[in-house]
T-cell receptor, first 115, second 115 residues
Framework: DAKTTQPPSMDCAEGRAANLPCNHS???????VYWYRQIHSQGPQYIIH???NNETNEMASLIITEDRKSSTLILPHATLRDTAVYYC????????????????FGQGTILTVHP | DAGVTQSPTHLIKTRGQHVTLRCSPI?????VSWYQQVLGQGPQFIFQ???????GRGNFPDRFSARQFPNYSSELNVNALLLGDSALYLC??????????????FGPGTRLTVL
């Protein structure tokens, strides 16, 4: 799986958008970009994933560059409860169509949302 | 619907002992993965099981073993415990899609302390 690079920490004011960057310059064609977050002492929580196109769900938006070498997770209106470690993960899928469960977590970005 | 459940929540063992951790996946999920998270690090992949067969193994010694039962629940076993095995052990379940991506749902984890 491709390696990802994230800033170790970021701050954001409550109510503002939080934009978390991730570099994955060695990503290959069949690899998805996943974002998970982990609030202190809890299990990681899935946020969003994408392959090529930008994606949006009720939690966040994922912007993937055209060359797929980087992406940005956007939390449109950050709240104090969004304070967590955010992990950007690139995970391969079997070309035959069945998926493989391994997620390779890095150190992630500690996002702190301030009042 | 119930999420992924793990038992016990906390466990204290001494060096050399054996431990068994249990995981029940989300209803309908056939794949279970195990991760180890030591303090200050991201989760590290240990095993993935699907349909009672091991489908993936991380870089862990043979002291670590697992199995999956017909109801898709799973056990992680660790023999000859070392101090370094102290960690949060996470279980994640997923559907085994043929579309090539694989959202994983994590349980709350079992906190293992080895003295």
């Amino acid at each position: 799986d491709a390696k990802t690079t994230q800033p170790p920490s970021m701050d954001c004011a409550e109510g503002r958008a939080a934009n978390l960057p991730c570099n994955h310059s060695t990503i290959s064609g069949n690899e998805y970009v996943y974002w998970y977050r982990q609030i202190h002492s809890q299990g990681p929580q899935y946020i969003i994933h994408g392959l090529k196109n930008n994606e949006t769900n009720e939690m966040a938006s994922l912007i993937i560059t055209e060359d797929r070498k980087s992406s940005t997770l956007i939390l449109p209106h950050a709240t104090l409860r969004d304070t967590a470690v955010y992990y950007c993960i690139v995970s391969s899928a079997n070309a035959g169509g069945t998926s493989y469960g391994k997620l390779t977590f890095g150190q992630g970005t500690i996002l702190t949302v301030h009042p | 619907d119930a999420g992924v459940t793990q038992s016990p929540t906390h466990l204290i063992k001494t060096r050399g002992q054996h431990v068994t951790l249990r995981c029940s996946p989300i209803s309908g999920h056939k794949s279970v993965s195990w991760y180890q998270q030591v303090l200050g690090q991201g989760p590290q992949f240990i095993f993935q099981y699907y349909e009672k067969e091991e489908r993936g193994r991380g870089n862990f010694p043979d002291r670590f073993s697992a199995r999956q039962f017909p109801n898709y629940s799973s056990e992680l076993n660790v023999n000859a415990l070392l101090l370094g095995d102290s960690a949060l052990y996470l279980c994640a379940s997923s559907l085994y899609y043929s579309s090539g991506y694989n959202e994983q749902f994590f349980g709350p984890g079992t906190r293992l302390t080895v003295l």
